[in-house]
Nanobody, 124 residues
Framework: QVQLVESGGGLVQAGGSLRLSCAAS??????MGWFRQAPGKEREFVSV????????YYANSVKGRFTISRDNAKNTGYLQMNSLKPEDTAVYYC???????????????????WGQGTQVTVSS
């Protein structure tokens, strides 16, 4: 069993930065992904990091602006978001998978455990 708790969301002006955190408990040495869901839209993949942090993968929409990382000693993953745009406004979720499978896991159905989400709002 895995529990995930996100934090760090908030309101920021366009061009600003936020860092999201995802605290994990239970089975933690697993890939950690980030997804987001904007109002009226489907949940979309943002980024994923491998268990040891050596491999990362990003959606094209955030590449070069967002950085995913993790601190396994703290059982915590991070999503550093820079140069934020109004279209980044969404609820952000972290997720993890214990199922193995191909890399990168970038689909919702690749993940079995999800956090409750944290709201990010970017004003123009």
């Amino acid at each position: 069993q895995v529990q995930l708790v996100e934090s760090g969301g908030g309101l920021v002006q366009a061009g600003g930065s936020l860092r999201l955190s995802c605290a994990a408990s239970g089975r933690t040495f697993t890939p950690m992904g980030w997804f987001r869901q904007a109002p009226g839209k489907e949940r979309e993949f943002v980024s994923v990091i491998s268990p040891n942090g050596a491999f990362t993968y990003y959606a094209n929409s955030v590449k070069g602006r967002f950085t995913i990382s993790r601190d396994n000693a703290k059982n915590t993953g991070y999503l550093q978001m820079n140069s934020l745009k109004p279209e980044d406004t969404a609820v952000y979720y972290c997720a993890t998978t214990i199922a193995g499978g191909s890399w990168p896991p970038s689909r919702e159905y690749d993940y079995q455990y999800w956090g409750q989400g944290t709201q990010v709002t970017v004003s123009s």
